[in-house]
């Protein structure tokens, strides 16, 4: 079945450092991949999206790029903010198998940046 | 544009009691899914539901548990007996038609049972 493995945290950055969350994927057709990220007490928000290889997702200076040829989605941000600190989820929709109409989420990974 | 509204926040109850958590999608939305995370962990697939039909109930345990997206009305996602275990937070999420798109997430119930 479709499964999400994500780097585990909790990762702790200074602010304005660089930051890497990897998230690698196995699904059986051709997924579209999600970050996602939760604050604290809340659901979670659609950070950005691809549809397709090499498309890649962007949103409030996060960036992840569709690599099919290594079945990844990893999530970058050049410069962190104290703002930024939350959980950050990969998740897959895939069309294919049996897991046609529901996504796959992910451990989530907890960043916490500090000033 | 209201989101998605689940009710209530926070749900107590005792062990052997029913909880009942709502979950109302975003207008025009037909699909509902229903999530439960554990502190410090993921998020688990529950259930998936179109109007009035069980897509995928893989994630729900078989006994207790049970979910329901009538026509009218909101999802209803039903634990009866509960016990210590089922104290999690359950999060509501719908989507429109379509593997393009995304997840709209409720803020989740929080239930603790005593």
């Known amino acids: ?115 | 544009n209201a989101g998605v509204m689940q009710n209530p926040r926070h749900l107590v109850r005792r062990r052997g009691q029913e909880a009942r958590l709502r979950c109302s999608p975003v207008k025009g939305h037909s699909h509902v899914y229903w999530y439960r995370q554990l502190p410090e962990e993921g998020l688990k697939f529950m259930v998936y539901l179109q109007k009035e039909n069980i897509i995928d109930e893989s994630g729900m345990p078989k006994e207790r548990f049970s979910a329901e997206f009538p026509k009218e009305g909101p999802s209803i996602l039903r634990i009866q007996q509960v016990v210590r275990g089922d104290s999690a937070a359950y999060f509501c999420a719908s989507s429109q038609q379509g593997m393009d798109s995304p997840l709209h997430f409720g803020n989740g119930t929080r239930l603790t049972v005593t």
């Open chain 1, 1 to 115: 079945g479709d499964s999400v493995t994500q780097m585990e945290g909790p990762v702790t950055l200074s602010e304005e450092a660089f930051l890497t969350i990897n998230c690698t994927y196995t699904a059986t057709g051709y997924p579209s991949l999600f970050w996602y990220v939760q604050y604290p007490g809340e659901g979670l928000q659609l950070l950005l999206k691809a549809t397709k290889a090499d498309d890649k997702g962007s949103n409030k200076g996060f960036e992840a790029t569709y690599r099919k040829e290594t079945t990844s989605f990893h999530l970058e941000k050049g410069s962190v903010q104290v703002s930024d600190s939350a959980v950050y989820f990969c998740a897959l929709s895939d069309p294919g198998g049996t897991n046609a109409g529901k996504s796959t989420f992910g451990d989530g990974t907890t960043l916490t940046v500090k000033p």
